[in-house]
């Protein structure tokens, strides 16, 4: 099939998902379209079965606010015209799946019939899309897809909820290369890092407001002061990362923690440390955990939204109520004291991605496309 993908380029959430599933599309023999506005964070190398369409912003002097949902429906036309798609699914409600019905009604007059799937993924549907500013369009573009996926149940109930779909939202969770998310060789990383010893509680995210990192800084303080020797990473940066600093300074164990602002391997990161925290405001998936628990590190996470549908209770790691700093030091200290649950944690948590395994996933993609095309 040839299969347009319209994404956002960043480093966190749909952008890597949708980049991820372009890759294992084009592994499968599909040539691949995306569609964003700058390169793609993991579109890293070249490939002759991935294009990449950068829709181009043209400036005028009246456009303030230059018209994006346009310039992408317009590419979108193109690109279904000229390369032949057979699908197109876009990741993220707004705009894409506004520009989507755009294109689509355009193509109609030349009895194009190609099946647009929309894959909603979190702020789209419970911070920014459920705006009074965007909700009816929002609502609008999700009804006009010809097929809507959600990546986890918490995320399709709080569309029902919150939008007046009338659309059967099919859950596709999100899904993990175990091959490269794994737990890897690098002591000497961790030597470098710290002493003999020490723990590493790490966490990963765009330190976003929702991210609630300054809980991360808290949480790891109740760490020490229950005398576990350890040290914090803080890995991405964002508009929080000054109050996740202050907090260190407040706390005055500034030389505990270690900001190392964005990273492409991950992974290695990932290898070396011995507990995830993830203390989100709001988070429908948690795919930051799933590499986590991909790497055999057990995760320590808010009770909220999609992570209970990643993180098990006990099982994989500990849920502990949002903002409840205390719980989720008093958790990691009894993960990292007790060598036994340790370990018995890091083999579940790398048993539970392996549910989340790509291949089945991309599977579970191709066969919707194949469903939708049937039904339109
Ligand atoms: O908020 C982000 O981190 C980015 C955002 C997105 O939509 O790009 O992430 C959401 O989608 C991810 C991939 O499906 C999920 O793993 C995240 O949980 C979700 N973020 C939130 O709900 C806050």
């Known amino acids: 099939m040839n299969i347009g993908i319209v994404c956002y380029p960043t480093f966190g959430g749909s952008g890597v998902v949708a980049t991820e599933l372009a890759k294992g599309l084009a592994n499968r023999g599909h040539n691949l379209h995306i569609l964003s506005y700058s390169r793609p964070a993991r579109l890293d190398s070249f490939r002759t079965d991935i294009a990449y369409h950068e829709v181009d ?94 990546v ?79 040290k914090l990473l803080m890995v991405g940066d964002g508009p929080e990362r000054a109050k996740a600093e202050q907090k260190c300074r407040e706390l005055g164990m500034c030389n505990h923690v270690r900001f190392l602002g964005k990273q492409d391997q991950v992974e290695e990161i990932l290898s070396i440390s011995d507990l995830f925290m993830i203390p989100s405001g709001s988070e429908t998936f948690g795919l930051a955990a799933l ?46 004291t007790n060598e036994e649950l340790h370990s018995k944690m890091a083999k579940a948590a790398r048993k539970r991605a392996e549910k989340f395994e790509m291949d089945k996933i991309v599977t579970e993609y191709e066969d919707y496309y194949q469903e939708i095309k049937q039904s339109i």
Not at 171 to 184: A, Y
Not at 293 to 322: A, H, K, Q, R
């Open 152 to 230: 986890s149940e918490y995320l399709k109930t709080e569309t029902y909820r919150l939008f007046d779909i009338h659309k059967e939202i099919k859950v596709i969770p999100n899904f993990i290369d175990l091959d490269r998310f794994k737990q890897s060789q690098k002591e000497h990383f961790k030597k470098a890092i710290c002493g003999e010893g020490e723990k590493i509680i790490t966490h990963v995210s765009n330190f976003r407001e929702v991210k609630r990192v300054p809980d991360v800084v808290e949480a790891f303080n109740h760490v020490l002061k229950n005398g576990v020797e350890a």
């Open 57 to 150: 912003l043209s400036t005028y002097p009246l456009f303030e606010y230059p018209p994006y949902d346009l310039a992408l429906a317009n590419m979108m036309v193109n690109l279904i015209q000229f390369e032949k798609l057979d699908v197109l699914h876009v990741h993220y409600a707004i705009p894409h799946a506004t520009s989507a019905y755009l294109a689509k009604q355009i193509l109609n007059s030349n009895a194009s019939n190609i099946p647009v799937i929309t894959t909603l993924h979190g702020t789209d549907i419970t911070l920014i899309g459920s705006d009074p500013t965007y909700k009816q369009v929002v609502d609008f573009s999700i009804n006009q897809s010809d097929g809507v996926t959600a």
């Open 291 to 336: 590499e986590a628990m991909s790497c055999s590190v057990p995760v320590i996470s808010s009770n909220i939204g999609g992570l209970p549908e990643v993180n098990i209770d006990g099982e994989t790691g500990y849920l502990c109520e949002l903002a409840d700093v205390e719980c989720m030091g008093q958790r990691a200290t009894e993960i990292l």
